[in-house]
């Protein structure tokens, strides 16, 4: 009995850890026939914030701050750093929000019920269909070289409760896409 328990306890153990370490769906898209330099060095280029009506907010210093100060995180990780001539690629980003609502449970529901009380009788019931609405985020790295985009990668996550990016979120899709990146030609 007790190894029966030890057994339950560290399968809900790894399956705790497992479930931490969690990962975003990352989407890509390259062109084999042109594979990426060998990355040393990036350059920081066109950074585009949209917001949740999907109008660009060039204004929000703030969030492209972020962006850079995230994306020189997730490069530095891999060993490339920035350079602001002559880089081996150039490094766009776009971040967006958007609101998304999604229906939980489609099924209308119908149902009849007897009542007691100060109205006793029956009735009918209408309950619509249940949906939850959230933010979500998009964050899309492009590298360029010669003003060719070589490599795309995509990713999506869920916002904080504001509807904003914060920084741990965006340095964590950050770190997913770079991590996607195929390696470089030989």
């Not at 990355?39 to 999907?54: C, F, I, K, N, S």
């Not at 009542?115 to 006793?120: A, F, K, L, S």
């Not at 920084?167 to 470089?184: S, T």
Request: charged content about 25%.
């Amino acid at each position: 009995m007790r190894s029966m328990i030890r057994h339950v306890l560290l399968a809900s153990a790894a399956l705790t850890l497992l479930a931490g370490c969690a990962q975003l769906s990352v989407q890509t898209d390259y062109n084999p026939a042109r594979p990426l330099p060998p990355l040393r060095t990036y350059q920081l280029g066109e950074v585009r914030v949209y917001d949740a009506q999907g109008r660009l907010d060039a204004d929000n210093t703030l969030q492209k701050d972020r962006i850079g100060r995230v994306l020189a995180t997730a490069f530095a990780e891999r060993g490339v750093s920035p350079l602001s001539r002559q880089a081996d690629v150039q490094v766009n980003v776009e971040v967006e929000q958007r609101e998304v609502s999604q229906i939980i449970d489609p099924r209308p529901r119908v149902s009849v019920g007897i009542g007691r009380g100060i109205y006793p009788g029956w009735g009918l019931g209408w309950q619509v269909p249940m949906q939850r609405d959230y933010q979500e985020g998009r964050l899309r790295v492009d590298l360029l070289k010669d003003g060719a985009l070589l490599w795309r990668g995509e990713t999506r996550a869920t916002l904080n409760s504001n509807g904003q990016w914060d920084e741990a979120g965006m340095l964590d899709g950050m770190r997913q896409v770079i991590k996607a990146l195929p390696p470089p030609a030989p």
